[in-house]
């Protein structure tokens, strides 16, 4: 679980100012922006108490409203993200799973059920952010193609991501 602990930690403060400087610059079309700092709120392990969890996604989405200036959008989003983690896993395996504490992940998860759990993470979180962003639906075609794209954009990254960081497979051997 350490390990774990300090993974995450690394990914937070490297994910952070990589979302900040790069991939807020990085808009296709002015439609799709990539959304990459959601990973850590993403993996976190299933161990880890929903308090916990609410609170990693508060300041996680709050350390990205103050590079962004985007006055608590991302905080909303991010603890959205965070309630809705357990359940949106438990959607594609089973409540046993989450008993090792391991990382969400291919290995862990399988190929199909985390690309499953990965998209909908992505998309429960372009939805919250650009609803709130747009705070109105004046123009709603544009809304739906920026959370469509967003959601894309995002998850092919966190697919690049994810591979980058591997999960490992629980150990079979005792402790």
Same mark, same amino acid.
């Given at each position: 679980?350490?390990?774990?602990?300090?993974?995450?930690?690394?990914?937070?403060?490297?994910?952070?100012?990589?979302?900040?400087?790069?991939?807020?610059?990085?808009? =296709?079309?002015?439609?799709?922006?990539?959304?990459? &700092?959601?990973?850590?709120?993403?993996? +976190?392990?299933?161990?880890?108490?929903?308090?916990?969890? =609410?609170?990693?996604?508060?300041?996680?989405?709050?350390?990205?409203?103050?590079?962004?200036?985007?006055?608590?959008?991302?905080?909303?989003?991010?603890?959205?993200?965070? &309630?809705?983690?357990?359940?949106?896993?438990? =959607?594609?395996?089973?409540?046993?799973?989450?008993?090792?504490?391991?990382?969400?992940?291919?290995?862990?998860?399988?190929?199909?059920?985390? +690309?499953?759990?990965? &998209?909908?993470?992505?998309?429960?979180?372009?939805?919250?952010?650009?609803?709130?962003?747009?705070?109105?639906?004046?123009?709603?075609?544009?809304?739906?193609?920026?959370?469509?794209?967003?959601?894309?954009? !995002?998850?092919?990254?966190?697919?690049?991501? !994810?591979? &980058?960081?591997?999960?490992?497979?629980? !150990?079979?051997?005792?402790?």
């Amino acid at each position: 679980m350490n390990k774990t602990i300090l993974t995450l930690f690394i990914l937070y403060l490297v994910l952070i100012p990589v979302q900040a400087v790069v991939f807020n610059n990085l808009i =296709l079309f002015n439609v799709a922006i990539p959304i990459v &700092f959601i990973y850590v709120i993403i993996s +976190l392990p299933m161990t880890i108490g929903t308090n916990v969890a =609410l609170t990693i996604g508060f300041f996680t989405g709050l350390t990205m409203d103050i590079f962004m200036d985007t006055a608590g959008m991302n905080a909303l989003a991010c603890t959205v993200l965070a &309630f809705v983690r357990r359940p949106v896993y438990h =959607l594609y395996t089973t409540p046993e799973d989450d008993a090792m504490g391991m990382m969400p992940g291919t290995r862990t998860m399988g190929t199909a059920a985390y +690309l499953k759990y990965l &998209f909908s993470m992505t998309l429960i979180y372009c939805l919250t952010l650009f609803s709130v962003e747009a705070f109105q639906f004046r123009n709603l075609p544009l809304m739906m193609l920026r959370m469509a794209c967003s959601t894309a954009f !995002s998850f092919i990254i966190l697919l690049a991501v !994810s591979a &980058f960081v591997r999960t490992r497979k629980p !150990s079979m051997h005792g402790a």
